[in-house]
Structure formats: structure tokens, C-alpha cells
């Protein structure tokens, strides 16, 4: 059952167009991350989800209810705010306990809830504190705590982890997605972190300038991105402007780009003859066969070795995990057909 | 810190402090000695309770009192209410804002006896008014409205002269709410009520408690209104200290002005702490 249903929203701050005809459909307990970089709207989206923004255009529907109109404090949502927005007259627990009492949840209930909470976001020591007592991290949980003792049909996030340390980040991170699951809670999450959102969504929402550019799985948003944009800024990628040459096997299509030829796998044959090649630097295979290019830079990094590699005045970024390629060095590069990703044009 | 800064802070203190409690020192010890019969400007000076226990038998007294405290409580809640909401208003600038804001404020430069006395034109017997209400057939004969004997006039010119200065204290109090803090409030389930009584009061409080007392302590020592617009039957303390002083009676006039400053201090540190105490049983 669709939990969420948008349809063609757009919101405009004068004449400026903060999100332009987005469509969004969330599943009843999805987990949905809004990714994209900063300004392009997703905090915009998430205010016109709760209600604290009205839409230009566009209609907003939460379980089956056209709620577009409806008062933030009608709507059965709650939000994380990126400011926390705790109450500073409050402590920890009035603070976690405010939303509990409006929803005139009785006290044994409400106990239970808070210390739930206060137990998985480890936050028991500090629930006689009042906000301007605690660190940063410690406000960003109580903030998440609020949102979280809810248990609304629809929670929404605002990069409730920006922050966090590293550690405490993946810990909290597991615990959303428990609470999450446990309360069957239907999520939209807004983060710029791209890990953040590959490790924790069912789907992603690309974001560019107040557009969608790509809704999907995190795997095919990293095997198949759609728009240069997407390819990106999920993850490392070499884009190449190339030319179609034509279908050289049934599937196997011949492209030029500035670096050289590369036959490209695909089911879907392109549309046009200017399109973007794409590939990942991991996919490049170091060898005797393929384009040859000279080794700019080299960066070891562990478990595999960073490589910027220059080919006729081109550079890329190739990973390889064993290679003794040195700075100057000249190789073979090679990209397996299947690995390589037509994009669509865009301005 | 060592005795030379001391000095020092004290040295810097003298001229504004040391004046101010100067000044006080000297009105409530004359006021107080006055009252236990020294200092009589006629006959005789000398220790004596007499003035305390005839003013305390006096019926004339304990009715002066309970108006003054009617009267003062009453102005400071009617302007702290009517306040908030103003403020709230003002709280983001619109178009015009600043215009509203400004017309708000004029009664602070207007003074209270030009005020009083413009009131009492407009509602007095032949008043615009009773005017209107006649030509707009709500009764056949004009009503009387000044002098009330509840005391409503004075305590629409109290209010009318000290709700701006409510709104002055409170405005600055609520702008330093953040619209977040509000927006989280409202997302949490707390509708308009909620969002005042649970949020914006217990973060004002400060603004809240000053205003109630500088308004109270005000009113509950209000003569002018008192004398022009106010009950007939009825008199505040400090008309009943004029009345006292008017015979010549500086003694019983010392009574009455002694029990005014206590009435005020005390007064306006219950309506502090009560204001407090209400906001805390609220929250849980
Ligand atoms: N009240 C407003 N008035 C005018 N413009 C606004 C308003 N709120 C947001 N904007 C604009 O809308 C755009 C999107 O803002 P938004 O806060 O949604 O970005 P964001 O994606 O959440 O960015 P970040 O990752 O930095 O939080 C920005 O360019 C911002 O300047
Ligand atoms: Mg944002």
C-alpha cells in the first residue's frame, strides 16, 4: 500500500523555484533517502511533507488522505529538524516526553516509550539535562529521540546523523532503520552523505536543483545511473562525451570518445548519437589489451590503489587492487563491455 | 580579587548607587519614623502606635486597600494579556508592522492626566459615546458611565497607558523564541493553546514576571486616574494619603504610605512567583 503519494509538487520563494513537478510514490514501510547536494531542496520537501510549507502546486497525499492542506499538527508525521529545535526550557525527558503528552498517551505508555528510546540512542544519563547542557551529538539525539517516541505513520529525517562521529554514526544509523522496522514506520530521510544513503535505503531520491534526476534501488543507482549527475555524485565515475558509431554485434554498441573506442554492452539502444560514457574506476581492468595511458598520480590505499591515469590529454581515475604500476609508468587500460554505462545527454 | 579592585568598584558605584540608596534610605525611614509619631510636623514628636492601631481600625483604611490591590492586580493581568497576543503578532515584521508597533507605543508619551481627562469626555453624559449609543437606538437616554463604582474606567486607562509597555518587554521575549522551537512544537501535536501555555509563556517568563510587577506596583499607587476617573465612594491609598496629609494629619498619612510600599513589594513578588508556580505545574 503507498504510504505517501505526491504528485507534481512545486513550491516557489517568490520567483524562485525551490522544488519544480516532483512526483514521489512511498511505500507503506519504506525507507526512502533524499539525497542530493546542499540547497537543491530536500529540507524544503520534507516542510511541505509536514505540513510547514505550503506547496504552489501539487497535491500531497498520506495514507490515502489528501493532507495538502492540513495542519502540521493534524498531520500524523513528525519530523527530525536539522536545527534539533529542542526546547531549551526543557529537560531531556520533557523534552522526549512533549509529544507523547499532546498525543494524551497515558503515563505508564509514555514511560515506556522514552526510556525505550533513551536506551537505544543512549541518551539514560542524560535525561535530567536540559539541551544547553549537552554536546552537539547529544542535542542531535534527543532531537531524533522526539521524532522517534512518536511512532507516527510517517517520520521524516533531517540529516538527523550530520553530527555524530564516525562510530556513533553507524550505531545510531542501525538503530533508526531497527526502530524503523519494529514500529513499521514509513521513512523519508534526508541526507548528503552518499554512503549514508547507499548502506540504509530500500530506495533513493536524487535531487538536483529542486528536480528528481533518479528514483531508485541503491544498486542500480550505482550500476545504472541515468544522468551524468546521478553517475557523479553517487559514488566515483569517469564521464567521457562520446558519439555513437553504431551497433557493431546484436547489444554491442561502438562509441568514440576523446580518450579512444569502446564498445559498449546494452539492452536499451541509445536514443540519440551524442551520449555520456560512464564507468567506475573499479571496473577498469590493468593489462596487455586496451587504451594505453601514462600514470599521473598514484595513491595507495590499502585494500586497493587510487591510480589517475592520462590518456591523449584525458585523465580518469582507475582502482586497482594489485598492481605495481609506479608514477610515470605507462599500462594498458581495458573496460569489460558490460561495465560500461550509456548516459543520457542532458544540458 | 584583592581590596584595591574592590575599592575600586565601589568608588565607580557611589555616584549612581550611593545616590538611589541615598534617596530610598531617607523616604522610607522619614515615612516609617513618621508613622510611629516622630517628626510630626505639628505638636509634638515621640515613640507611639497610635496611628498604627487607629488606621487599622479604620474601615475607610482596609476598603482603600483591598480597591488599591483590585485595582493593581487586575490593570497588570488585563495588559500582560492583551500584550501577548500583540506581541506574537509583531513577532515577524510584515508590511506595516512597524507602523502598528509605533501607534502601539503612543501611550507612553501621552501624559496619564491628559489621558484620563479625554476619557472622561468621551464617556461622560453627553459624551460622544452616549451619543452614538443613542443615535443608534441602544437606549432612549444617555447612560452613566463616569465614576464607575467597579472601578472600570480606571481600569481601561490603566491598561490603555500600561499595555505598551508590556509589549515592549514581551516583544523582545517572544522574538527570541525560534521558529523552529515553534515549528517543532506544532509537529509534536500541540495546537495554538498549547504552543502558548507550554512554549512561548515558560520562555518569556522573565519578560512576563517584569512586566506584571513594574505594572502592578504602578497601579496598585495609581492617584491621577483614581482622582478623575475612579469611583466616588471609593479611595485609592494614595488618595487616602492625600486626604490624610490635606488635614495636616502627616502621621496617619506616613500609615497609609508605609502600608502601600509593603503592599507593593509583597505584592509583586507573589504575582513573580505566581506566575512562575502556574508555568511550572503546566509542564508536568
Ligand atoms: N523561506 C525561504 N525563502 C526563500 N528561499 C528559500 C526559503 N527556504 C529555502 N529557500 C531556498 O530553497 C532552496 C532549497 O532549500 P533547502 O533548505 O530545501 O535546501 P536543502 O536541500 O535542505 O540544503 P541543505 O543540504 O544545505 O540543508 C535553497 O536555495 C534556499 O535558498
Ligand atoms: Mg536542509
Redesign the interface.
Given at each position: 500500500m503507498v504510504a505517501i503519494r505526491i504528485d507534481e509538487l512545486t513550491k516557489q520563494f517568490e520567483a524562485f523555484t525551490a522544488l519544480a513537478k516532483l512526483s514521489l510514490e512511498v511505500e507503506q514501510e519504506e525507507f526512502v533517502t533524499l539525497l542530493g547536494p546542499s540547497g537543491c531542496g530536500k529540507t524544503t520537501l520534507l516542510k511541505l511533507i509536514s505540513g510547514f510549507l505550503d506547496p504552489t502546486e501539487g497535491t500531497i497525499h498520506i495514507n490515502g488522505k489528501d493532507v495538502t492542506r492540513t495542519p502540521p499538527e493534524a498531520r500524523d508525521t513528525a519530523l527530525c529538524f536539522q536545527s534539533y529545535a529542542l526546547f531549551p526550557h526543557l529537560t531531556v525527558r520533557e523534552n522526549l516526553e512533549f509529544g507523547p503528552r499532546q498525543k494524551r498517551i497515558s503515563a505508564h505508555d509514555r514511560k515506556a516509550r522514552v526510556d525505550d528510546v533513551a536506551e537505544k540512542l543512549s541518551l539514560h544519563a542524560q535525561m535530567d539535562k536540559l539541551p544547553n547542557q549537552l554536546s552537539g551529538g547529544q542535542q542531535q539525539r534527543v532531537s531524533l529521540g522526539r521524532a522517534l517516541v512518536m511512532r507516527p505513520s510517517v517520520i521524516l529525517f533531517d540529516e538527523p546523523l550530520s553530527n555524530l562521529d564516525a562510530k556513533l554514526r553507524d550505531q545510531v544509523r542501525i538503530e533508526i532503520r531497527r526502530i524503523q522496522k519494529e514500529y513499521g514506520l514509513t521513512a523519508i530521510y534526508v541526507t548528503h552523505d552518499q554512503n549514508e544513503a547507499l548502506a540504509m535505503s530500500d530506495r533513493v531520491v536524487v535531487l538536483n536543483g529542486g528536480r528528481v534526476e533518479q528514483i531508485d534501488t541503491p544498486e542500480a543507482l550505482y550500476h545504472a545511473p541515468k544522468t551524468r549527475f546521478v553517475a557523479d555524485f553517487i559514488g566515483d565515475a569517469n564521464v567521457f562525451s562520446g558519439t555513437v558509431q553504431g551497433e557493431v554485434q546484436p547489444g554491442l554498441w561502438r562509441v568514440e570518445t576523446a580518450m579512444g573506442t569502446y564498445d559498449v554492452a546494452t539492452s536499451t539502444p541509445p536514443k540519440e548519437k551524442d551520449v555520456d560514457l560512464c564507468w567506475r574506476p573499479e571496473s577498469a581492468v590493468l593489462g596487455d589489451a586496451g587504451h594505453t595511458g601514462k600514470v599521473i598520480n598514484r595513491a595507495f590505499q590499502g585494500h586497493f590503489t587510487d591510480l589517475m591515469i592520462e590518456t591523449k590529454g584525458v585523465s580518469y581515475r582507475v582502482q586497482s587492487r594489485a598492481t605495481s604500476a609506479q608514477e610515470g609508468d605507462t599500462v594498458n587500460i581495458s573496460i569489460p563491455p558490460e561495465q560500461l554505462i550509456l548516459l543520457e545527454r542532458t544540458a | 580579587m584583592s581590596a584595591r579592585k574592590w575599592l575600586l568598584i565601589a568608588a565607580l558605584l557611589t555616584p549612581g548607587l550611593g545616590l538611589i540608596l541615598v534617596l530610598i534610605g531617607t523616604v522610607v525611614y522619614i515615612a516609617v519614623a513618621q508613622s510611629f509619631g516622630f517628626y510630626t510636623i505639628t505638636g509634638e514628636s515621640g515613640f507611639t502606635t497610635q496611628f498604627w492601631s487607629d488606621m487599622i481600625g479604620r474601615k475607610l483604611f482596609s476598603r482603600s486597600i483591598n480597591y488599591s490591590i483590585y485595582v493593581g492586580v487586575l490593570s497588570a493581568i488585563f495588559s500582560v494579556a492583551l500584550a501577548y497576543p500583540l506581541a506574537l503578532w509583531l513577532r515577524k515584521p510584515f508590511a506595516g508592522s512597524m507602523a502598528i508597533g509605533a501607534v502601539l507605543k503612543a501611550p507612553l508619551l501621552i501624559p496619564g492626566l491628559v489621558a484620563a481627562f479625554l476619557f472622561i469626555n468621551i464617556i461622560s453624559y453627553n459624551g460622544i459615546v452616549n451619543q452614538l449609543i443613542q443615535w443608534l437606538g441602544f437606549s432612549d437616554a444617555p447612560i452613566r458611565m463616569q465614576n464607575d463604582s467597579n472601578a472600570i474606567g480606571v481600569l481601561i486607562l490603566q491598561t490603555w497607558k500600561n499595555l505598551p509597555f508590556a509589549l515592549l518587554l514581551l516583544t523582545g521575549a517572544v522574538r527570541g523564541i525560534?521558529d523552529?522551537?515553534l515549528?517543532?512544537?506544532?509537529?509534536?501535536?500541540?495546537?495554538t493553546w498549547?504552543r502558548f501555555s507550554?512554549?512561548i509563556a515558560?520562555?518569556t517568563v522573565s519578560g512576563m514576571q517584569a512586566s506584571l510587577v513594574i505594572i502592578f506596583i504602578g497601579a496598585v499607587s495609581d492617584f491621577s486616574f483614581q482622582v478623575i476617573a475612579g469611583p466616588t465612594n471609593l479611595q485609592s491609598m494614595s488618595q487616602l494619603m492625600v486626604t490624610f496629609k490635606d488635614r495636616g494629619d502627616w502621621n496617619s498619612a506616613a500609615v497609609v504610605g508605609v502600608s502601600l510600599m509593603m503592599i507593593a513589594l509583597i505584592g509583586s513578588a507573589l504575582m513573580a512567583i505566581g506566575a512562575r508556580l502556574m508555568l511550572r505545574r503546566r509542564?508536568?
Open positions: - | 525560534s523552529e522551537v515549528d517543532a512544537a506544532r509537529d509534536l501535536g500541540a495546537g498549547a507550554k512554549v515558560p520562555l509542564l508536568t
